[in-house]
T-cell receptor
Framework: EPEVTQTPSHQVTQMGQEVILRCVPI?????FYWYRQILGQKVEFLVS????????KSEIFDDQFSVERPDGSNFTLKIRSTKLEDSAMYFC????????????????FGNGTRLTVT | GNSVTQMEGPVTLSEEAFLTINCTYT??????LFWYVQYPGEGLQLLLK?????DKGSNKGFEATYRKETTSFHLEKGSVQVSDSAVYFC?????????????FGTGTSLTVIP
């Protein structure tokens, strides 16, 4: 079964450094997402991406964050200047929904990247 | 707005015990409801879903019924196994102009002991 893959599985970085988290969504999917989960807390929506542009973003997704789909297969999340509070598990997800049936289609998640900011 | 509330854990059960994990939701419109499971070291996997009122989702012995009157989607399993130990997330999906937006509960950790 096709799956979403994320690399690296664990990233340790120093405060103020830039990090790029990488994801390869399922190949025929159209919608791409980033979520994060701070240890012991809720899974929080960061951003959704469709047709090569951001479609929605949360309050968490401030100017420090950006997303790209540089080559038609990878989907990246960049944090420009990491803060201690960015330490979390970051999940990439994709969906094959179109707008007519969008809310019925499940998200398919990767295994996540654990980001530790020291 | 849209939100999901699920029972706090952790939950510890003996093998073959009955499992209920409560989930209630608040939504504008008519959402779809999901249960996801997260095994240690892995991502979230879809366990089951229901897309309209009175639908029952089922998979691997787990069931949940979409109850519009009580805005609930409780997860149940008649006889749990050690391999069911994981974190379970209730979620709803609501359509927006730009695709489906998911809202997750906080997760309930289940440990099944032999």
């Amino acid at each position: 079964e096709p799956e979403v893959t994320q690399t690296p599985s664990h990233q340790v970085t120093q405060m103020g450094q830039e990090v790029i988290l990488r994801c390869v969504p399922i190949s025929n999917h159209l919608y791409f997402y980033w979520y994060r989960q701070i240890l012991g807390q809720k899974v929080e929506f960061l951003v959704s991406f469709y047709n090569n542009e951001i479609s929605e973003k949360s309050e968490i997704f401030d100017d420090q964050f950006s997303v790209e789909r540089p080559d038609g297969s990878n989907f990246t999340l960049k944090i420009r200047s990491t803060k201690l509070e960015d330490s979390a598990m970051y999940f990439c997800a994709s969906s094959d929904s179109d707008r007519s049936s969008s809310y019925n289609s499940p998200l398919h998640f990767g295994n996540g990247t654990r980001l530790t900011v020291t | 707005g849209n939100s999901v509330t699920q029972m706090e854990g952790p939950v510890t059960l003996s093998e073959e015990a009955f499992l209920t994990i409560n989930c209630t939701y608040t939504a504008t419109g008519y959402p779809s409801l999901f249960w996801y499971v997260q095994y240690p070291g892995e991502g979230l996997q879809l366990l089951l879903k229901a897309t309209k009122a009175d639908d029952k989702g089922s998979n691997k012995g787990f069931e949940a019924t979409y109850r519009k009157e009580t805005t609930s989607f409780h997860l149940e399993k008649g006889s749990v196994q050690v391999s069911d130990s994981a974190v379970y997330f209730c979620a709803l999906s609501a359509a927006s102009n730009t695709g489906n937006q998911f809202y997750f509960g906080t997760g309930t950790s289940l440990t099944v002991i032999p």
